[in-house]
């Protein structure tokens, strides 16, 4: 296992198309996040689960985006009736809980571009 | 809510010298994590360093060490003998060590530039 990966890495989308996006996490972490990050700034918090539970939610993320993390192993954030402001890097990251450092584990991210 | 502020999108070092990094946030809370994170150019983010807040012993790792003034709400990144690999966008997060709290916050990033 050699860390977390992301499919696809690079996403072209037309305006109101629907897109997926699917992360493998390290193994051995339960929690599992959601950031996007345009350019020139910092990630923002989307949601995070611990195993298969969905903890918490950001009030950015709209209605058109629902993410899932069937049995706890890898995650999917779809994003409908995608519209040009989603256009961002979205990064996936894990961690070990609470009890130890956290610390994010953070994949290379999917690039979403939409036209 | 927590907020951490980076007030210096860009900085530039020559190789082998010292450069600080400031990082400012803004919490409620008496215990909590900060961290440091590397981002290189197309590559994945990275830890650089990790602070306790409980901790008054300031972090080291290598060439990197942390200033952290808990009072102050600042923590500054120093990285010593600055080397053409630390040239990335380093981000500022904090942590809150409380129960389910699992988000982290980061601030807007400064990029580093490392001149030969």
């Known amino acids: 296992d050699t860390g977390v990966s992301q499919d696809p890495r690079h996403k072209i989308t037309k305006r109101g198309q629907n897109v997926t996006f699917r992360c493998d996490p390290i193994s051995e972490h339960n929690r599992l996040y959601w950031y996007r990050q345009t350019l020139g700034q910092g990630p923002e918090f989307l949601t995070y689960?611990?195993?298969?539970?969905?903890?918490?939610k950001s009030r950015l993320l709209s209605d058109r985006f629902s993410a899932e993390r069937p049995k706890g192993s890898f995650s999917t954030l779809e994003i409908q009736r995608t519209e040009q402001g989603d256009s961002a890097m979205y990064l996936c990251?894990?961690?070990?809980?609470?009890?130890?450092?956290?610390?994010?584990?953070f994949g290379e991210g999917s690039r979403l571009t939409v036209l | 809510a927590q907020t951490v502020t980076q007030s210096q999108p860009e900085m530039s070092v020559q190789e082998a010298e010292t450069v600080t990094l400031s990082c400012t946030y803004d919490?409620?809370?008496?215990?909590?994590?900060l961290f440091w994170y590397k981002q290189p150019p197309s590559r994945q983010m990275i830890l650089v360093i990790r602070q306790e807040a409980y901790k008054q012993q300031n972090a080291t790792e290598n060439r990197f060490s942390v200033n952290f003034q808990k009072a102050a709400k600042s923590f500054s990144l120093k990285i010593s003998d600055s080397q053409l690999g630390d040239a990335a966008m380093y981000f500022c997060a904090y942590r809150s060590a409380s129960g389910n709290a699992g988000k982290s916050t980061f601030g807007d990033g400064t990029t580093l530039t490392v001149k030969p």
């Open positions: 990251a894990s961690s070990f809980p609470d009890t130890y450092t956290g610390e994010l584990f």
């Open positions: 919490t409620s809370e008496s215990d909590y994590y």
């Open positions: 689960f611990q195993n298969e539970a969905q903890l918490e």
